[in-house]
């Protein structure tokens, strides 16, 4: 079946540092990917999105490339800042019989101290 | 403003008793979602519903119940039989084109806890 899995956190980086947190899936056919952000306490935000190969998702200084060679969409971020903190989660929907099913890594910590 | 609600945000329950969880949204979509996250895991997903009157079982249905009687609500029922429900539920929903693989939006969470 489907799978997503994220580099084990969690991630402490100083402000201004750079971010990578890594995630790869496995699904059949072509799912679209996902990244989105929970600050605690709260529900899932979405960060960004890719639907198709080499698409670039991009926000908040926070971008994630769609590599179908190697089944990856890592989150990069130049330069971190405190209120970055929080849960990032990775997900892909297959659509098709996986109709409306998201499937999770298990989310990464990232705390950024000043 | 549109948006997704979900109440109450911390629910305490006793072993035994069954309990609903509320979800509604103002957004007109057709697709509703509920998953349970539990520490240190991803969202595992509980029931969905395509269209009112209709949901389907997620990959962990066990001790739950839902109901679709109206497009903007979607009420998940923990029963006695889920065997350890303290969890965060989540609720989602969107307009997925023919497929499904469009974004799902999140509301803010309930926090069950059973004493």
């Known amino acids: 079946g489907d799978s997503v899995t994220q580099m084990e956190g969690p991630v402490t980086l100083s402000e201004e540092a750079f971010l990578t947190i890594n995630c790869t899936y496995t699904a059949t056919g072509y799912p679209s990917l996902f990244w989105y952000v929970q600050y605690p306490g709260e529900g899932l935000q979405l960060l960004l999105k890719?639907?198709?190969?080499?698409d670039k998702g991009s926000n908040k200084g926070f971008e994630a490339t769609y590599r179908k060679e190697t089944t990856s969409f890592h989150l990069e971020k130049g330069s971190v800042q405190v209120s970055d903190s929080a849960v990032y989660f990775c997900a892909s929907n297959a659509g098709g019989t996986s109709y409306g099913k998201l499937t999770f890594g298990q989310g990464t910590i990232l705390t950024v101290h000043p | 403003d549109g948006g997704i609600t979900q109440s109450p945000k911390y629910l305490f329950r006793k072993e035994g008793q069954n309990v609903t969880l509320s979800c509604e949204q103002n957004?007109?979509?057709?697709?509703m979602y509920w998953y349970r996250q539990d520490p240190g895991q991803g969202l595992r997903l509980i029931y969905y519903?395509?269209?009112?009157?209709?949901?389907q079982k997620g990959d962990i249905a066990e001790g739950y119940s839902v109901s679709r009687e109206k497009k903007e609500s979607f009420p998940l029922t923990v029963t006695s039989a889920q065997k350890n429900p303290t969890a965060f539920y989540l609720c989602a929903s969107n307009n997925p084109p023919s497929g499904g693989r469009d974004t799902q939006y999140f509301g803010p969470g309930t926090r069950l806890t059973v004493l």
């Open positions: 519903s395509q269209i009112v009157n209709d949901f």
């Open positions: 957004l007109n979509h057709d697709a």
């Open positions: 890719a639907t198709k190969a080499d």
